[in-house]
């Protein structure tokens, strides 16, 4: 399991994670979500001995990263997939990893075939990778040890659609073979149909936190009509907010709330549905565009 205590880093005047704590249980998937810059990498690098924290901490499995004895074994990370040696070939990083980690070449082939890298591909040098087979090679990589926990930056990055699906399943099994899994990701979407729990962070600090069904639930209610200008002006008019997505209309109420006034005032309803993922991406986008660094340039 991982447990974040206070944990913050501050390069000079600047906190780039601001007072963070939230836990990973073994068996669970947590989405840690943010847009650029929210903090992500830094709480990553920090939980994963990579740069110290300025206070609080980070312990997997009762210690610190390092404490813990050869944490290849216990702690599958993948910070940055590009950062893998560019003149070798796949298999030659994994072998090289394996040596440290203590495992054997059996292990390589093992984890190559887990990721779906071929023979062929495992042969190639990695600085003729796409994103994707980077991907999978860090993945592999993490996978090496066959640890318990793994802490992922951004692993869907550069992932296509095919890939993104596939990493799911992978980190699916992981955590119901009993493997706690930390990934974080900028894009809502793509860790939200694999983490049990999802940890919001924007401008170094969390946002929201929850089981994903809790933050669903808190989405609100997504609504389709014929007339989404009309049925906007009624609900707004009932006291009732609401926002416009690109394919309908976000409310913040209850279904049935929605379901009266439209069918008081004669409003078609083409779709009617609570704890939608529109409600959570609006909430994401609005929770964190205060907290976008990004935004402050623009
Ligand atoms: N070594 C450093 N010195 C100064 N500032 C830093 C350093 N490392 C990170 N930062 C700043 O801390 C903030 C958080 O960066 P971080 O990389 O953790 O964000 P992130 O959430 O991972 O974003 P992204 O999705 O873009 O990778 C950014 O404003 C970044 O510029």
């Avoid at 994670?17 to 903090?39: E, H, K, M, T, Y």
């Avoid at 014929?226 to 009932?238: P, Q």
Wanted: glycine share 14%; hydrophobic share 40%; proline share 3%.
């Amino acid at each position: 399991m991982i447990t974040v205590e206070n944990l913050t880093k501050r390069y000079g005047g600047f906190t780039a994670v601001d007072d963070i704590s939230f836990q990973v249980r073994p068996g669970s998937v947590v989405g840690f979500l943010g847009p650029n810059g929210a903090g992500k990498s830094t709480a990553m690098r920090m939980m994963t001995g990579l740069t110290p924290a300025t206070s609080g901490r980070a312990t997997i499995l009762g210690r610190t990263y390092r404490e813990l004895h050869n944490p290849g074994r216990q702690v599958g990370v993948m910070l940055d997939a590009s950062a893998q040696h560019p003149g070798r070939t796949g298999r030659e990083v994994l072998r090289v990893a394996a040596v440290s980690v203590g495992v054997g070449k059996a292990r390589v082939e093992e984890v190559l075939t887990l990721v779906g890298l071929t023979d062929k591909e495992a042969g190639r040098r990695v600085r003729n990778y796409s994103l994707g087979m980077r991907q999978r090679l860090g993945i592999a990589a993490a996978l090496l040890g066959e640890p318990q926990v793994l802490v992922l930056d951004e692993p869907a990055n550069g992932l296509d659609p095919q890939g993104i699906h596939w990493m799911r399943g992978l980190l699916r099994r992981f955590a119901d073979g009993g493997g706690t899994v930390l990934l974080s990701s900028h894009l809502l979407h793509e860790v939200q149909i694999v983490a049990d729990d999802l940890v919001m962070i924007g401008r170094g600090r969390i946002v929201a936190m929850g089981s994903k069904e809790e933050l669903l639930a808190r989405g609100g209610t997504t609504v389709q009509s014929t007339d989404d200008a009309r049925l906007t002006r009624l609900l707004e008019a009932a006291g009732v907010p609401v926002s416009r997505t690109g394919s309908g209309l976000v409310v913040d109420g209850e279904a049935r709330v929605v379901g009266e006034i439209a069918a008081r005032e004669s409003v078609v309803l083409l779709e009617l549905r609570s704890g939608g993922s529109e409600g959570l991406e609006e909430m994401f986008l609005g929770l964190t565009a205060a907290t976008s660094r990004e935004g402050d340039a623009a």
